[in-house]
């Protein structure tokens, strides 16, 4: 087959008529057109694997995925050639090389997610893909007090379906970042981790839900967190609001991708020093 090795995509999908992105006999999935467009452009079946396995309904501006192979095309004739075969709604934002450890799985160091909910009576049609349409006033300070319990390393036991699936062994992980902001009629939660158990950024957006609502205090959340008991924590949000926006890896110069834009590293060598005034008398 030529010359080759181990490389690295960033893709882009909306998941709205995908069931999910693990493959499925039968049904359409993120995972199953790629590996079909990228087999077919390498002239051998590719595997691939993605820092994680997204829901049905369940969108990405930046999942990484991970694959060897054979050939002498160089990775921007790969990337081009499979985006001409892949449907409107997945890309390959960017592929490059990569080591031949590199584990677009096991290797990743953070996440970050974006929830996005539609916060009034109204509907909004070019939205109803992407968000949750709340029909009700969000009471964004409560959100945040109840919010700020849940970042740090904690036990995320209570916010988490179908255990066991993405445990390694324990629930317990580092929520680092949390931020509520409004958007319009929009509401964004953005999260940043280490890692996430399944269904946990769902479970923790329909929690914070009923405190916008004001169906729940604040301190409820902090209760909830601490029974370690999926039946203490509030409802599970629908997938159509997240994304997965970007996945980090050890010597990634920035956390990858801009959404759009191939990811650049930024050697420390290239990186210039502040240059030292003289002193002056």
Same mark, same amino acid.
């Given at each position: 087959?030529?010359?080759?090795?181990?490389?690295?995509?960033?893709?882009?999908?909306?998941?709205?008529?995908?069931?999910?992105?693990?493959?499925?006999?039968?049904?359409?999935?993120?995972?199953?057109?790629?590996?079909?467009?990228?087999?077919?452009?390498?002239?051998?079946?590719?595997? %691939?694997?993605?820092?994680?396995?997204?829901?049905?309904?369940?969108?990405?501006?930046?999942?990484? %995925?991970?694959?060897?192979?054979?050939?002498?095309?160089? *990775?921007?004739?790969?990337?081009?050639?499979?985006?001409?075969?892949?449907?409107?709604?997945?890309?390959?934002?960017?592929?490059?090389?990569?080591?031949?450890?590199?584990?677009? @799985?096991?290797?990743? #160091?953070?996440?970050?997610?974006?929830?996005?909910?539609?916060?009034?009576?109204?509907?909004?049609?070019?939205?109803?893909?992407?968000?949750?349409?709340?029909?009700?006033?969000?009471?964004?300070?409560?959100?945040?007090?109840?919010?700020?319990?849940?970042?740090?390393?904690?036990?995320?036991?209570?916010?988490? @379906?179908?255990?066991? @699936?993405?445990?390694?062994?324990?629930?317990?992980?580092?929520?680092?970042?949390?931020?509520?902001?409004?958007?319009?009629?929009?509401?964004?939660?953005?999260?940043?981790?280490?890692?996430?158990?399944?269904?946990?950024?769902?479970?923790?957006?329909? #929690?914070?839900?009923?405190?916008?609502?004001?169906?729940?205090?604040?301190?409820?959340?902090?209760?909830?967190?601490?029974?370690?008991?999926?039946?203490?924590?509030?409802?599970?949000?629908?997938?159509?609001?997240?994304?997965?926006?970007?996945?980090?890896?050890?010597?990634?110069?920035?956390?990858?991708? @801009?959404?759009?834009?191939?990811?650049?590293?930024? *050697?420390?060598?290239?990186?210039?020093?502040?240059?030292?005034?003289?002193?002056?008398?």
């Amino acid at each position: 087959m030529g010359v080759g090795g181990t490389f690295r995509a960033t893709v882009s999908y909306d998941g709205t008529d995908f069931s999910g992105w693990q493959v499925q006999a039968g049904r359409r999935t993120v995972q199953g057109v790629l590996q079909e467009a990228l087999s077919a452009v390498l002239g051998a079946e590719v595997g %691939i694997i993605a820092a994680g396995r997204t829901d049905a309904g369940v969108h990405a501006e930046g999942q990484v %995925i991970s694959f060897r192979a054979g050939t002498r095309i160089p *990775p921007e004739g790969i990337a081009a050639a499979a985006n001409a075969r892949l449907p409107e709604d997945v890309s390959i934002l960017d592929l490059r090389p990569a080591p031949r450890s590199f584990h677009a @799985t096991r290797g990743a #160091t953070g996440k970050v997610y974006r929830y996005e909910i539609l916060s009034g009576r109204a509907r909004r049609p070019l939205l109803r893909r992407t968000s949750w349409r709340v029909a009700a006033s969000l009471d964004l300070r409560r959100m945040r007090k109840a919010a700020a319990l849940l970042v740090g390393r904690r036990d995320f036991r209570s916010f988490r @379906t179908n255990p066991g @699936t993405e445990d390694r062994g324990t629930t317990v992980r580092n929520l680092r970042r949390l931020d509520i902001r409004r958007r319009g009629e929009r509401v964004l939660l953005e999260f940043e981790g280490d890692g996430f158990l399944y269904n946990m950024v769902r479970a923790i957006v329909g #929690t914070l839900v009923q405190v916008g609502r004001g169906s729940w205090t604040p301190e409820r959340v902090g209760e909830a967190l601490r029974a370690k008991d999926r039946a203490a924590g509030g409802p599970t949000a629908p997938p159509q609001g997240l994304t997965l926006v970007s996945v980090s890896y050890p010597g990634d110069g920035e956390r990858l991708p @801009t959404p759009g834009a191939p990811a650049r590293r930024i *050697p420390a060598s290239a990186k210039r020093r502040p240059r030292q005034r003289r002193a002056t008398s």
